[in-house]
């Protein structure tokens, strides 16, 4: 398949983020808003938004994206917020080029960590091993976080030069 | 002293609260600036903002606060996103019972998790004894957040019934 990835945002990837985010599974209509709502601040605040974004594309269609940013008040601290692919195309290393991308784009800006968190359910092991396999480590773990027997997971990757 | 406590936000507290932060010399321009933008927000939007306050005053005047909010996506987990005492009114109990009045108006609203952190930094020796004071542990530790050598520090304390 033939990939392009921006970073540009435009007025259309509101409905992109909409759906991708919805038919992945994985998320709840509350967490679809807020995925939607930080593509609505990057297009009214711009860059000063704090939230960047990767779109990737095959044949003119949004099949994949990711959203990180800056930490506020942290010197080198990226949070990855967002990376969700088209559930009829995983399995490809889509969101690993995704990963690599956001990567080295935190790199170049001077980025020297990253994080990004999750659920302990089941229904995310995937993602858990997803993070793993992209390199990196299980940083900490919140009992009872987004709910009795719902762990946040937090996961943590030191950047090196040219990552 | 007779103190008095109130949930209300005016249009006066932008500048209290910057005085307080800005006062307490724990935190950065950048910080000082954030804390002023939750006043704002929640002058704004009111309760969907997502931020709530309690103000201490004294004879008129506020000489300490906290700031506090549900974590989006979760079932009844909050966030003390500032907590400050006006320097020369320390070590007489007053963060104490703000630390108290927000757990009991969290609890009120069913919260069962209450999150805070700080810096590793020695400047921070005396908050995070604070948080422990407060029965809150130390449940995570981000090595190198804020900064090289700055760690991020997570408190928690689980609510119980009647706190």
């Not at 593509?39 to 990767?54: C, I, L, Q």
């Not at 800006?109 to 990253?114: E, L």
Request: proline share 3%.
């Amino acid at each position: 398949m033939e990939l392009t990835f921006r970073d540009n945002v435009r007025p259309s990837d509101r409905d992109h983020v909409r759906r991708i985010v919805a038919a992945s599974g994985f998320f709840t209509a509350a967490e679809i808003d807020v995925a939607v709502e930080l593509v609505d601040e990057r297009f009214a605040k711009g860059s000063p938004s704090g939230y960047e974004f990767v779109f990737a594309e095959q044949e003119g269609r949004v099949i994949g994206y990711a959203c990180y940013g800056e930490i506020a008040c942290t010197v080198a601290s990226y949070d990855l917020y967002w990376i969700a692919v088209e559930p009829g195309l995983r399995r490809r290393g889509l969101g690993r080029q995704l990963m690599q991308l956001v990567e080295s784009r935190i790199a170049q800006r001077g980025g020297r960590k990253v994080y990004a968190e999750t659920s302990s359910r089941p229904l995310y092991d995937a993602t858990r091993e997803f993070y793993l396999r992209c390199g990196y480590r299980e940083s900490a773990r919140f009992p009872d976080f987004y709910a009795v027997g719902d762990a946040k997971v937090v996961y943590e990757k030191t950047l090196t030069r040219g990552c």
